[in-house]
């Protein structure tokens, strides 16, 4: 770490140490995923500002996942029959009344293995699109009347940092090419970050909402950021500020056309965790992808 | 990182160099006895559903010199999707509109028109006499995989095979794993010995169910089954044939050889609604090559199950792991890799790699290899829906043909879900 991220650790401790009293309500909590037994958790992040070059970006108070979504959650959402699968651009059958189309879909039945061989239950999600995690989002909130979506680069990337000058000793902390033996690893099974956040730094790459586009703006597959490196990495490249956009070579080896806007056959590197606002940014209510099969 | 892995990264990249050479070299070389734009690459489509869609935008990049036209598919509809989803390549794929073709015949149109290089991607029913057409009309074929479904129609595509090869046609035949350099140097490694001799050999599909389209009230019996094709096995021939046989062709490509005999089991257990027609939902077959190493092939379509779609082989000297993204060999001379982030698609390798064949005067032909794989993975399902042990001849002499003779919009029946041990 460098002498500026140095500074900008301490700015970010001061700005904690004001932040931290503020709401005796604003504590971790764990919540069951609706439809089944799993549970996962969330850790409040207190608000304060992320130094990114030049910029101060102030980042509201937030919920985020302790740990990355797992298969055990995700799949909880798949085998939700309440909701239509999103079929695509076909009426349905009988000529009935045209799906709502603000309702909540769930994924196409994947091709192959979506578990890659890495199995399910505790291993983070892996290699689904970032329409797919967003959609898993608006779910999620439907379902418990509470917002969860995917946080925002800024917000990622301070929950990552913690408030800390430097991630410490990496190989205690994250799963990077070094360690992880080409594979994936259940979620936390290696050190927490300063905030008690597992695998933000490796493990698998995670979605994000990109700084540079507006709320209403998920309109095409791509590019989308992912943040934290992965377990595919080196660990250099393993950082809180890492970022790689997503291309279509994530979906090379999806032979049809149109692709599949759920699943990618080919970013088994990339995962995803959700935050949940306190107070949701007014530019923000109304989030959704609009990614449909027709999107380019 | 291991000594190993380091050797391995090395070994890639060397490779990665060789080969991208190679390639270029093969995709851009335009003989100096044509006349320019001679070597011109003119599409022709027949089945322009998802994959077909697919299949030719992976085509037109798969090198210079590509366009479409003519497009064939059953219904209107396709022809509609298609083109505006070909709209992104502009002069490329624009087709005249006397060049798209709708209906049962629109195959042979397609074949007739200016196209010297045909796609077959229809359901895999249909391929024998597609290939036969498109050869007969001497033109270069890529067909997707499996390339027929039961006896008489791997019989006539042999027989296409041979009649191709006479006439100097390339067919590539859409198992694009053996356009994937993971395993292509995993094979070679096999064949170099790195596992010994090999002893046995295990091949699965095993996955959740896919996807289905609910009847609609103006569909017939016969459009009602080409559009859910995958669930009648005169279109499909069961997913084993439809889907496994990407591991059976794989394992086959290992061996170098093609199993004699299968002993196979299966059944309808979990996806029982008559909307996804009669197949199976799961087969086990114990397969077993001439020279008496037993192959043990899964495959699965149930939701909620155990899933892996990957290939085993022992040997004397060490194991061999392959799938789509990993390759590995445990023993003494151990190896891995696994799909790298910048490796070309295997579906538009396998386009460069045939358009470079037929440019460089040396036409390439995968069929007889696919044909024998498909004929692989139907003798393993007339095992399970008999009961019986099959024997390759039997399978390849088999006089039941799942295809019918003449074809018209209108009923047709479903047949029963096969019962083994039920006398035919």
């Known amino acids: 770490m460098n002498a500026s991220g140095a500074m900008m650790g301490m700015l970010l401790a001061a700005a904690v140490a004001t932040a931290g009293a503020q709401d005796a309500a604003f504590a971790p909590y764990s919540e069951t995923v609706p439809g089944s037994s799993v549970r996962f958790e969330m850790v409040p992040i207190p608000r304060g500002t992320l130094e990114a070059g030049d910029q101060k970006i102030p980042v509201r108070a937030f919920w985020v996942g302790k740990y990355e979504v797992t298969w055990d959650e995700y799949d909880a959402y798949r085998s939700d029959t309440t909701i239509p699968v999103a079929v695509g651009v076909r009426s349905p059958a009988g000529g009935g009344p045209p799906r709502d189309a603000d309702a909540v879909t769930r994924p196409t039945p994947p091709y192959a293995d979506e578990y890659f061989g890495f199995g399910r239950g505790r291993q983070p999600v892996i290699s689904i699109t970032h329409h797919a995690a967003m959609e898993y989002g608006r779910w999620l909130s439907e379902k418990t009347g509470k917002i969860y979506r995917l946080p925002t680069e800024a917000e990622w990337e301070y929950a990552c940092r913690a408030g800390q000058a430097g991630p410490g000793a990496l190989g205690e902390q994250a799963w990077t090419a070094e360690n992880a033996d080409d594979e994936p690893h259940p979620v936390g099974k290696k050190t927490p970050n300063a905030w008690g956040l597992f695998d933000t730094l490796g493990n698998v790459a995670e979605w994000t909402l990109d700084r540079d586009r507006a709320a209403d703006g998920y309109t095409t597959r791509y590019p989308h950021p992912v943040r934290g490196g992965s377990y595919t990495e080196d660990a250099k490249a393993v950082t809180c500020a890492s970022r790689r956009l997503s291309e279509e070579a994530w979906s090379r080896r999806d032979p049809q056309r149109p692709q599949s806007i759920w699943w990618h056959t080919d970013a088994i590197f990339v995962g995803f965790r959700l935050v949940r606002p306190v107070e949701e940014d007014v530019k923000m209510k109304g989030l959704r992808s609009r990614v449909t099969r027709e999107s380019p | ?424």
Not at chain 2, 18 to 33: D, E, F, H, Y
Not at chain 2, 165 to 179: D, E, F, M, Y
Not at chain 2, 185 to 213: M, P, S
């Open chain 2, 1 to 424: 990182m291991s000594d190993e892995s380091k050797d391995a990264g090395t070994s890639r990249r060397d490779f990665l160099k060789v080969s991208g050479a190679t390639l270029a070299a093969g995709a851009l070389r335009v003989p100096a006895v044509h006349a320019a734009g001679s070597d011109e690459i003119r599409i022709g489509l027949v089945g322009c559903g998802g994959r077909g869609t697919g299949a030719v935008t992976d085509a037109l990049k798969a090198a210079p010199g590509v366009r479409v036209v003519a497009l064939g598919d059953a219904f209107a509809d396709r022809i509609e999707q298609i083109q505006k989803r070909l709209l992104e390549f502009g002069d490329k794929a624009a087709v005249r509109k006397d060049r798209t073709f709708v209906g049962l015949d629109a195959f042979e149109k397609v074949i007739a028109s200016e196209a010297n290089y045909v796609i077959l991607a229809t359901p895999p029913g249909f391929r024998p006499q597609h290939l036969q057409a498109a050869v007969a009309a001497g033109k270069n074929v890529f067909t997707e995989k499996p390339v027929g479904v039961d006896g008489p129609g791997i019989r006539a595509v042999l027989a296409a095979h041979e009649e191709a090869k006479r006439k100097g046609l390339a067919v590539g035949a859409g198992t694009q794993r053996r356009h994937q350099r993971g395993y292509l140097e995993a094979v070679q490694r096999i064949r170099d010995g790195g596992i010994g001799e090999v002893t046995a050999a295990r091949a699965y599909w095993n996955q959740g169910g896919l996807w289905k389209k609910d009847r609609e009230a103006a569909w017939s019996d016969l459009e009602w089954q080409m559009r859910n094709w995958l669930y009648f096995t005169w279109l499909s021939g069961d997913h084993i044939v439809e889907q496994h046989v990407h591991n059976l062709d794989a394992v086959n490509w290992m061996m170098g050889a093609h199993p004699v005999k299968a002993t196979g089991m299966g059944g309808r257990q979990s996806r029982t609604d008559p909307a996804y027609g009669h197949i199976y939902d799961h087969f086990a077959i114990d397969y077993e090559y001439e020279n008496g190493v037993h192959m043990l092939s899964m495959c699965r379509q149930i939701d909620g199950c155990e899933k892996r779609v990957a290939e085993d082989l022992v040997g004397t000297k060490g194991r061999a792991e392959t799938s789509g993204e990993r390759w590995a060999i445990s023993g003494p001379q151990a190896w891995r890799r696994r799909e790298d982030e910048g490796e070309v698609s295997p579906y538009v390798q396998e386009h460069t790699d045939l358009i470079a064949s037929i440019r460089a005067g040396k036409p390439s032909s995968e069929l007889k290899d696919v044909a024998e794989s498909t004929l692989t993975a139907i003798m393993g399902r007339m095992s399970a829906y008999t009961g019986r042990l099959v024997t390759w001849e039997e399978a390849l002499g088999s006089a039941e043909s799942l295809v019918p003779e003449k074809l018209a919009w209108g009923p047709m029946p479903v047949p029963p879900v096969a019962r083994p041990g039920t006398p035919a």
